[in-house]
């Protein structure tokens, strides 16, 4: 599996962004997701993910504002992004994880060990 993200973007605070990661490759649908990101200076972060049963997981920071979604037959995973804040800023990644069948919202990102390359999200105040 190879996961290609991509619809990262500048915009206006309160504003909104669709990210999308899309994955090649068979099985995909028997990978749990994840949306990680890492801003400069700082850790990489959890954001959100779904499992191969679409049950979700977000981090406290995101909840209410993000929403994590994956079409299975378009083997594609999106974050929809509303009510941006500058906060928000990072180059965010996906990424895909096997552990315990993919029915499990790791927030760790040593657990997923499937990356695609980042797409930037810039907010500007």
């Known amino acids: 599996v190879q996961l290609q993200a991509c619809g990262g973007g500048l915009v206006q605070a309160g504003g909104s962004l669709r990210l999308s990661c899309a994955a090649s490759?068979?099985?995909?649908?028997?990978?749990?997701v994840g949306w990680f990101r890492q801003a400069p200076g700082k850790e990489r972060e959890f954001v959100a993910s779904v499992t191969r049963g679409k049950f979700t997981a977000y981090s406290d920071s995101v909840r209410g504002r993000f929403t994590i979604s994956r079409d299975s037959p378009k083997n594609t995973v999106y974050l929809q992004m509303n009510t941006l804040q500058p906060e928000d800023a990072a180059v965010y990644y996906c990424?895909?994880?096997?552990?315990?069948?993919?029915?499990?919202?790791?927030?760790?990102?040593?657990?997923?060990?499937?990356w695609g390359q980042g797409t930037q999200v810039t907010v500007s105040s």
């Open positions: 490759g068979r099985r995909f649908s028997a990978y749990a």
């Open positions: 990424a895909a994880t096997a552990v315990h069948g993919g029915t499990y919202n790791s927030r760790e990102a040593r657990d997923y060990g499937i």
